[in-house]
């Protein structure tokens, strides 16, 4: 018997084939085993910048609009290409240093991919 994957929405181990579609008894979700979203809930979470390109470790990218910093007098203007990324699993998703700013943190729904 082949090995099923869990429920994405409660991770309930009895999830059985209906026709095309796999079913969770236990929530009642229904989902398909092909669908992209059922690979980035295995495990491997992707970051996408604004645009819809997926980020990786070391990436360049440009900052799309001013972000204010706190404690700074002056935003991350846009335009601002930071370098060598590095993606984390928290809110604000690449941990970066920016020149004249430092090490920072942002969410990847405001740059987009050099």
């Known amino acids: 018997m082949s090995a099923l994957p869990p429920c994405p929405q409660c991770s309930s181990p009895y999830a059985y084939p209906d026709g095309v579609l796999l079913m969770c008894p236990e929530c009642g979700h229904e989902w398909s085993p092909e669908s992209p979203e059922a690979e980035e809930e295995t495990g491997e979470e992707t970051v996408k910048d604004a645009n ?63």
Do not use: W, Y
């Not at 900052?63 to 007098?73: C, S, Y």
């Not at 370098?83 to 240093?97: P, Q, T």
């Open 52 to 114: 819809g390109n997926v980020l990786q470790n070391g990436d360049d990218v440009i900052v799309i609009k001013d972000l204010p910093v706190k404690g700074a007098p002056k935003p991350v203007k846009a335009g601002t290409k930071v370098k060598n990324i590095r993606l984390v699993d928290a809110d604000h998703d690449i941990s970066c240093r920016i020149d004249g700013f430092g090490a920072m943190a942002l969410k990847s729904e405001f740059v987009r991919k050099a």
